[in-house]
C-alpha cells in the first residue's frame, strides 16, 4: 500500500467537483464526538432509521477509529455541522476461490439527504472511494446494497448470491447423517470468545466471505451483544460441540408466537455458522425438530445449502434468492492472482472499463496446481468482458455461459467457466 487509509487526503477530483456546487467533501474526524455524531445521525436518517440515544453513537465511535468516514457538507444549510452526505470505508479481507485472501476496500454506509437527491453527490463520493482504493493498492471494492439498481455503473456487479429459505417443519422427516456431537445452550458471553474462531475458520476458506474482528459490532450484534440492538432479549445461541467436546458450529435464533395457534411459532434462524457437516447436521436437526414450531425461516443462508438434501421433503423448503456480495475490481492483474483456478491454461482477456480504472487486455497463465501468473498483453483477446463481469466471475460462482447470454462477456465462454468456476460456491455470512 502507498499510504494508510487513515492518513489518505480526500479524492480531490472529486472535492474540485462538488466544491462547484458550494459543498465541501472532507474525511470525518472520528476523535471528535461532536463531528462524529454528525455524521453518525447523517447516516441513521439516510437510512430511513430513528436517531440514536447519545451514549449509542457514542459507543459507535470506538467501533470506527480504523475506519474512513467521509462527509459531504452544505455551509448553507440549516443545520452545517451535519453532512448531507455519507460514506464508510474500510479495508477488509475477502476470500476468494483457493482459500486465499485478498485485502479489498469495504464501501458501506452510502447516503445522500432527501434535500439533496440527485445532484451527481454519490456519483461523487463512489468514484472518489473507487480512485481511493486504487491509492491504496487495493485491487477490489466491495459493497452490499439498500437496492441492486444503484452500483452496476459504478463496475461492480453481484459475485456472492444468497438465499432466504421459509421451511414447514411438520413436513419434514430428517434423513441426514445422525450428529454425533451435543447441542448446548450458551450465553451470548460464552459464545463471544467460542463463535468469533468458528466463524474465521469458515471465513477462510469460504470465497466470497469477509472478516471482521472478534471485538467489532459486525461479531457482536450477531450474538446480541451490538450497540443499542433492542432484539438481543428475543435471541436464544446454541453451541454444537462434537464428540470430543470441541465446539464446531453455533446457531442464533428467535421465535415468534402465532397467538391464535401455540403450537405454531415460527423459529427465525438468524445465524447457523458449522466449520464440520457434524456440526451442520446437527444444529440444522436441533432447529427443524423444535417441538412447538411450524416454520423455520432462515435469511442470508448459502446458494449450495446442503439441507434440501437431508430431509425427506424437498419441497418443504421454499427458496428465494437475492444478490449479496457486489465486487468492483480495480486492478486486473492483482485480482486475478489474487485466487486459484480449477484448470491449468492459457486466456488472454480483454477488460473494458468506462471509468478507465481497470481497462486493458491481460494474459493469464495458470499451471497445473490451479497458481496463476498475469501480464498485460498486446496478444488477441480469447474473451472480452465488462469490469462488471469481471468481478462476478473473479468469484467463480457466475457462469461465463450466463453473462454471454446477457452480453457482458463475449469469446471463449466456455474455457473462462473451465478455469473460473469454484467448486464451492462463493458466500458473505453477513452484512456491511
Ligand atoms: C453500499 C451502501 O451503502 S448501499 C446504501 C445506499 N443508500 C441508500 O439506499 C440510502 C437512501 N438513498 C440515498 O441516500 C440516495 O438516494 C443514494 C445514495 C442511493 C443516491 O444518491 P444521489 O446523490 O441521489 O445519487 P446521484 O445523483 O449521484 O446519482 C448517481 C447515479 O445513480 C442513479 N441513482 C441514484 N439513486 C438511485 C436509485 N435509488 N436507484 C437507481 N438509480 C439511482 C442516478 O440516476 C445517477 O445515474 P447516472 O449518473 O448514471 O445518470
Known amino acids: ?33 461532536a463531528e462524529h455524531t454528525a455524521w453518525s445521525d447523517a447516516v441513521n436518517r439516510g437510512f430511513l432509521g430513528p ?84 491509492s491504496l493498492g487495493l485491487p477490489i471494492a466491495m459493497l452490499t446494497v439498500s ?17 432466504n429459505l421459509t421451511v414447514s417443519t411438520r413436513r419434514v422427516r430428517w434423513t441426514g447423517p445422525e450428529p454425533t456431537g451435543r447441542v448446548h445452550h450458551v450465553t451470548p458471553e460464552q459464545l463471544r470468545d467460542q ?35 433492542d432484539n438481543a432479549k428475543n435471541l436464544r445461541l446454541v453451541r454444537y460441540d462434537d464428540i470430543a467436546g470441541t465446539p464446531q458450529g453455533f446457531a442464533v435464533y428467535q421465535l415468534v408466537e402465532d ?4 403450537s405454531n411459532h415460527t423459529l427465525k434462524l438468524h445465524t447457523l455458522v458449522a466449520a464440520t457437516t457434524d456440526a451442520y447436521a446437527g444444529l440444522w436437526r436441533f432447529v427443524l425438530e423444535m417441538d412447538l414450531v411450524a416454520t423455520v425461516t432462515a435469511h442470508l443462508r448459502p446458494v449450495d445449502e446442503p ?25 486486473v492483474a492483482t485480482s486475478l ?6 484448470a491449468p491454461g492459457r486466456v488472454v482477456l480483454r477488460v473494458d472499463d468506462p471509468l478507465g480504472l481497470a481497462a486493458g487486455t491481460f494474459a493469464l497463465d495458470v499451471d497445473a496446481a490451479g497458481q ?36 457482458s462477456v463475449s469469446g471463449d465462454a466456455e474455457r473462462l467457466d473451465e478455469m473460473f468456476r469454484s467448486p464451492v460456491e462463493p458466500f458473505l455470512s453477513t452484512w456491511f
Open 195 to 229: 463463535g468469533h474462531p468458528i466463524v474465521e475458520r469458515v471465513r477462510a476458506t469460504l470465497p466470497g466471505d469477509v472478516g471482521y474482528a472478534a471485538t467489532s459490532n459486525f461479531w457482536l450484534r450477531q450474538i446480541g451483544l451490538g450497540i443499542g440492538d
Open 147 to 163: 437496492e441492486s439498481t444503484i452500483y452496476a455503473r459504478f463496475g461492480f456487479s453481484p459475485a456472492a448470491l444468497a438465499r
Open 337 to 342: 492472482r489474487s485466487r486459484t483456478y480449477a
Open 372 to 407: 496463476a501468473t498475469v501480464a498485460v498483453t498486446d496478444d488477441a483477446p480469447d474473451a472480452t468482458v465488462t469490469v462488471n463481469a469481471l468481478g462476478s466471475l473473479l468469484l467463480g460462482g457466475v457462469s461465463a455461459r450466463t453473462l454471454t447470454a446477457a452480453g
Open 51 to 134: 436517531a440514536a440515544p447519545a451514549e449509542q453513537t457514542e459507543a459507535r465511535r470506538a467501533h470506527v477509529q480504523h475506519d474512513r468516514l467521509v462527509g459531504v457538507y452544505d455551509p448553507t444549510a440549516a443545520v452545517p455541522a451535519e453532512p448531507v452526505a455519507t460514506t464508510h470505508c474500510w479495508p477488509a479481507e475477502l476470500t476468494l476461490p483457493g482459500a486465499r485472501t485478498v485485502t479489498s476496500w469495504a464501501i458501506s454506509g452510502v447516503t445522500v439527504s432527501q434535500t439533496h437527491r440527485r445532484r451527481g453527490i454519490a456519483r461523487a463520493l463512489i468514484e472518489a472511494e473507487l480512485r481511493t482504493a486504487v
Open 1 to 33: 500500500m502507498t499510504s494508510s487509509h487513515l492518513d489518505l487526503p480526500i479524492d480531490e477530483t472529486s472535492r474540485a467537483r462538488l466544491a462547484e456546487q458550494g459543498l465541501d467533501l472532507r474525511v470525518v474526524d472520528t476523535s471528535d464526538a
Open 307 to 331: 439441507l434440501r438434501w437431508m430431509i425427506d421433503d424437498f419441497r418443504a423448503v421454499h427458496v428465494d434468492e437475492v444478490d449479496h456480495l457486489w465486487v468492483r475490481v480495480l486492478d
Open 259 to 262: 397467538e391464535a395457534d401455540f
